[in-house]
């Protein structure tokens, strides 16, 4: 089926960086096209997920546009230039890239590999380190420690890491990610999702991310393109928009059920009021903390240390049984933390488990900010949902309303 639809333009009007016009790719011996006739717009800055089942044509597409599969017919357009016919490793060196196996080189340390783009691009020694340190220190990496390892000598989350830091490291205006936390564990996909999206906030890179996970899809995507076999595009919208008005039964049943849970992935700590729980400073004694606790509503509070930071809980029971030790000796560490860009289902998983049923909010540096509760959660679900009633009776109203003659 060719896909005779007119060019689908994102909803907001934006620089568009990429432009797919008619773009088509038929393998040897097949008789269908992998990707028919796919035009799309991707505005500047914005990450834009191609999400569909195996075989739908995403990877494809991706691929096509810096060029690693040629396309049998269309156009891409970047940055207003047609480089369908443009040499294409000029047009790669313009363009990071990120898969899911990183790719990293095995006989390249950590500073050899991210140099490669910028040796390319003819950068002198000096402009080299410092941007391998730059990127290193962006991706939360200690150059010290880690310029000269080799990729074996690293977790599979710091290769990862040092995967992003080399696609970014010629500065490209555009990124291509091909599923690149898929080979993870989830607990660290998580924390590289988190951390991708806060580097994202400060770098504004136009990101093309093709995963197979409507529930990434959502959380990482400004706009998110559900494709059909050949690439065919069976919604282009926010994920908002796709959550509360699926265009059609497929995308329904490709986001399937629990809506309201998934757009949790649509909200961040950051965007919420914070709830406060009783806190101590470190150096306070046994008998301050159990004041603290004797004139709030909880049963522990919150140790913080010399840096503001959380370190542990301590219950009354604890320091009632606590003979003559400090605050150190007390009660649990902390777990179930989260950062302020943290979206409100990654909250939501940790308070599930934590053993206050509450997740403690800090800063890129661990400062406590404050917490999220069950509360909280609820709050934001009731003021999604009142949201999109609003937004629905508004539609109605609109369609309603007869034409201007």
Same mark, same amino acid.
């Given at each position: 089926?060719?896909?005779?639809?007119?060019?689908?333009?994102?909803?907001?009007?934006?620089?568009?960086?990429?432009?797919?016009?008619?773009?088509t790719?038929?393998?040897?011996?097949?008789?269908?096209?992998?990707?028919?006739?796919?035009?799309?717009?991707?505005?500047?800055?914005?990450i834009?997920?191609l999400?569909?089942?195996?075989?739908c044509?995403?990877?494809?597409?991706?691929?096509?546009?810096?060029?690693?599969? !040629?396309?049998?017919?269309?156009?891409? @357009?970047?940055?207003?230039?047609?480089?369908?016919?443009?040499d294409?490793?000029e047009?790669? /060196?313009?363009?990071?890239?990120? @898969?899911?196996?990183?790719?990293?080189?095995?006989?390249m =340390?950590i500073?050899?590999?991210?140099?490669?783009?910028?040796k390319?691009?003819?950068?002198?020694?000096? /402009?080299?380190?410092?941007?391998?340190d730059?990127?290193l220190?962006?991706?939360?990496?200690?150059?010290?420690?880690?310029r000269r390892?080799?990729p074996?000598?690293?977790?599979?989350?710091?290769?990862q890491?040092?995967g992003?830091?080399?696609?970014?490291?010629?500065?490209?205006?555009v990124?291509?990610?091909?599923?690149?936390?898929?080979?993870?564990?989830?607990?660290?996909? !998580?924390?590289?999702?988190?951390?991708?999206?806060?580097?994202?906030a400060?770098v504004?890179?136009?990101?093309?991310?093709?995963?197979h996970?409507?529930?990434?899809?959502?959380k990482?995507?400004?706009?998110i393109?559900?494709?059909?076999?050949?690439?065919?595009?069976?919604?282009?919208a926010?994920?908002?928009?796709?959550?509360?008005?699926?265009?059609?039964?497929f995308?329904?049943d490709? @986001?399937?059920s629990?809506?309201s849970l998934?757009r949790? *992935?649509?909200?961040?700590?950051?965007?919420i009021?914070?709830?406060?729980?009783?806190?101590?400073?470190?150096?306070?004694?046994?008998?301050?903390?159990? !004041?603290?606790? /004797?004139?709030?509503?909880?049963?522990?509070?919150?140790?913080?240390?010399k840096? *503001?930071?959380?370190?542990?809980w301590?219950g009354?029971t604890?320091?009632q /049984?606590?003979g003559?030790?400090n605050?150190?000796?007390?009660g649990?560490?902390?777990?179930? =933390?989260?950062?302020?860009h943290s979206?409100l289902?990654d909250?939501l998983?940790e308070?599930?488990?934590?053993?206050?049923?509450?997740?403690?909010?800090?800063?890129n540096?661990?400062?406590?900010?404050?917490?999220?509760?069950?509360?909280?959660?609820?709050?934001?679900?009731?003021?999604m949902?009142?949201? =999109?009633?609003?937004r629905?009776?508004?539609?109605?109203?609109?369609?309603? !309303?007869?034409d201007?003659?």
């Amino acid at each position: 089926m060719t896909q005779t639809e007119p060019l689908q333009a994102p909803p907001a009007a934006k620089r568009t960086m990429i432009q797919l016009e008619g773009l088509t790719k038929t393998f040897p011996g097949t008789k269908k096209p992998a990707v028919d006739n796919l035009s799309l717009e991707i505005p500047e800055g914005e990450i834009v997920i191609l999400v569909g089942s195996s075989g739908c044509g995403k990877t494809t597409t991706m691929k096509m546009i810096n060029r690693i599969i !040629e396309p049998s017919g269309g156009r891409i @357009i970047l940055e207003g230039e047609d480089v369908t016919k443009a040499d294409p490793d000029e047009l790669r /060196r313009r363009i990071g890239y990120v @898969i899911q196996q990183i790719g990293l080189f095995p006989h390249m =340390t950590i500073e050899q590999n991210i140099a490669t783009v910028p040796k390319l691009l003819g950068w002198d020694k000096k /402009r080299i380190s410092d941007r391998i340190d730059e990127l290193l220190e962006t991706v939360s990496m200690d150059p010290a420690l880690y310029r000269r390892r080799y990729p074996k000598e690293l977790s599979g989350g710091q290769q990862q890491r040092v995967g992003v830091a080399r696609a970014l490291s010629g500065d490209p205006d555009v990124m291509l990610m091909d599923e690149p936390f898929g080979a993870i564990d989830p607990i660290t996909r !998580e924390r590289l999702q988190n951390e991708f999206l806060r580097l994202q906030a400060d770098v504004k890179k136009t990101i093309v991310f093709v995963t197979h996970d409507i529930d990434e899809a959502i959380k990482m995507g400004d706009r998110i393109a559900i494709l059909q076999e050949g690439a065919n595009i069976a919604q282009y919208a926010t994920p908002e928009e796709i959550l509360t008005n699926p265009a059609n039964d497929f995308v329904a049943d490709f @986001i399937g059920s629990g809506a309201s849970l998934k757009r949790l *992935n649509l909200s961040r700590v950051r965007d919420i009021e914070l709830s406060q729980w009783p806190t101590v400073s470190v150096e306070a004694t046994p008998d301050e903390a159990l !004041e603290v606790i /004797r004139r709030s509503e909880e049963s522990s509070v919150l140790v913080l240390d010399k840096n *503001n930071r959380p370190v542990r809980w301590v219950g009354a029971t604890d320091i009632q /049984r606590r003979g003559e030790r400090n605050l150190l000796q007390l009660g649990a560490p902390t777990t179930a =933390t989260v950062h302020m860009h943290s979206t409100l289902n990654d909250a939501l998983n940790e308070m599930i488990t934590a053993s206050h049923s509450v997740a403690i909010v800090v800063t890129n540096d661990g400062t406590y900010q404050g917490i999220v509760d069950i509360d909280r959660i609820n709050e934001s679900i009731r003021a999604m949902r009142s949201a =999109t009633r609003t937004r629905m009776r508004g539609s109605l109203k609109h369609s309603s !309303e007869p034409d201007d003659e």
